[in-house]
């Protein structure tokens, strides 16, 4: 066998093996499902944890809503569970959104950060149901509008804090965060949104 035929032989015997492991992995993963992967923010850790159960996710905890969508986008995850609805610049236009809990929301004119103690203290402008509103704000002074467009110009023109519903959220509102003592978001303000 000369130098030529030595040659071929290897690129022959190279290509088979390529073929054989191609195959192997093609029918290996028919058999075997392949487990998706579900990255969540620290407030969503109780919905992930049920969530993976329902449907046997592998959980990967992320350190804000933020880092979960970037995970999504770059495809290092299947799933993205957040305490809060993704604005349109954070996610790909493929990425889907998915309301699994609504819930409500404050907004400001600027992103701020407030204890609940400070909050207590506030006045809060909404539009929402009388009943509902003190449920979640029993310790507030809540001034109450016939629209949505009345309460938030009220609210952002005295500098004050707006309560609203989840799905009438929109980009160019500023959430309001509200934190617990020890640091840690209040989960009343939070939804449960899943991107895939």
Known sequence: MDKKQKIIAVIFVA????????????????????????????????????????NNYKLIEMSSSAEVLQALNNGLIDYGLIGRKANLNEINPEIEEEIIE???????????FISEYDLMGME????????????ILPN????????????????????EVVLISWEDWEDSFHLTVVFENPPKKVRDFRGVFLYS
């Open 140 to 159: 507030s002074q809540i001034s109450y509008y016939e629209t949505k467009e009345e309460a938030i110009n009220t609210g952002f023109q005295k500098n």
């Open 15 to 54: 290509f088979l093996a390529f073929i054989l492991v191609s195959t192997i992995n093609n029918i290996t993963g028919f058999f075997v499902r392949e487990t998706s992967t579900l990255g969540y923010c620290p407030t969503m850790r109780i919905d992930a944890t049920e969530l993976a159960e329902e």
């Open 102 to 112: 609504s819930g409500h929301t404050l907004i400001s004119r600027e992103r701020q």
């Open 124 to 135: 809060i402008h909404t539009y929402l149901d009388n009943e509902e509103t003190e449920e």
